[in-house]
T-cell receptor, first 114, second 112 residues
Framework: GAGVSQTPSNKVTEKGKYVELRCDPI?????LYWYRQSLGQGPEFLIY????????DSGLPNDRFFAVRPEGSVSTLKIQRTERGDSAVYLC????????????FGPGTRLTVL | GDSVTQMEGPVTLSEEAFLTINCTYT??????LFWYVQYPGEGLQLLLK???ADDKGSNKGFEATYRKETTSFHLEKGSVQVSDSAVYFC???????????WGAGTKLIIKP
């Protein structure tokens, strides 16, 4: 019943490692979004899920980034061979229908790649 | 492509001052417009929105009017409080109908 939750809240990793970031959307929301926010900037769109399928993954920067939502609820953003430039706050949001309706944001996961 | 431009911060005001944070957008068609706020240590929260021309969104004393002729959605508040100190983001949903396009954010500092 609560809002969008994301785990972990902070993740520190070394260059070249693999990381997974998890998002639990609001129950009943069919649409789920991932954004990335670098320091001093607004969020940038990464990917949009409608149900289990990725309706638009055009914002993923390269093929090291991948996201899944196998049961239409929880989503995992996966980053392979992390680079220092991947350091950012990764935000997840969900909305009821995805048709321009209000997006509710989680607190974010701060990823630091050393 | 679609874009949002908002005034740079930080904006520093005294309590009870009048606030304006400018926001302009570039988008095809009739985008929906939003202001989100991020309080220190918290996540993004929707502050107000407008979905068509001349609509006025309002919440917590803040207002913004959708001006299609000037492609603007400026945020205003008549009397700010210290508790309004936060980062404010202007955003639009354009032709995709789901992808939020964001401004860079404006940090607002209110001094007692």
């Amino acid at each position: 019943g609560a809002g969008v939750s994301q785990t972990p809240s902070n993740k520190v990793t070394e260059k070249g490692k693999y990381v997974e970031l998890r998002c639990d959307p609001i129950s009943g929301h069919t649409a789920l979004y991932w954004y990335r926010q670098s320091l001093g900037q607004g969020p940038e769109f990464l990917i949009y899920f409608q149900g289990t399928g990725a309706a638009d993954d055009s914002g993923l920067p390269n093929d090291r980034f991948f996201a899944v939502r196998p049961e239409g609820s929880v989503s995992t953003l996966k980053i392979q061979r992390t680079e220092r430039g991947d350091s950012a706050v990764y935000l997840c949001a969900s909305s009821y229908s995805g048709d321009g309706d209000e997006q509710f944001f989680g607190p974010g996961t701060r990823l630091t790649v050393l | 492509g679609d874009s949002v431009t908002q005034m740079e911060g930080p904006v520093t005001l005294s309590e009870e001052a009048f606030l304006t944070i400018n926001c302009t957008y570039t988008a095809t068609g009739y985008p929906s417009l939003f202001w989100y706020v991020q309080y220190p240590g918290e996540g993004l929260q929707l502050l107000l929105k407008a979905t068509k021309a001349d609509d006025k969104g309002s919440n917590k004393g803040f207002e913004a009017t959708y001006r299609k002729e000037t492609t603007s959605f400026h945020l205003e508040k008549g009397s700010v409080q210290v508790s309004d100190s936060a980062v404010y983001f202007c955003a639009c949903i354009g032709h995709s109908n789901y992808q939020l396009i964001w401004g860079a954010g404006t940090k607002l500092i209110i001094k007692p």
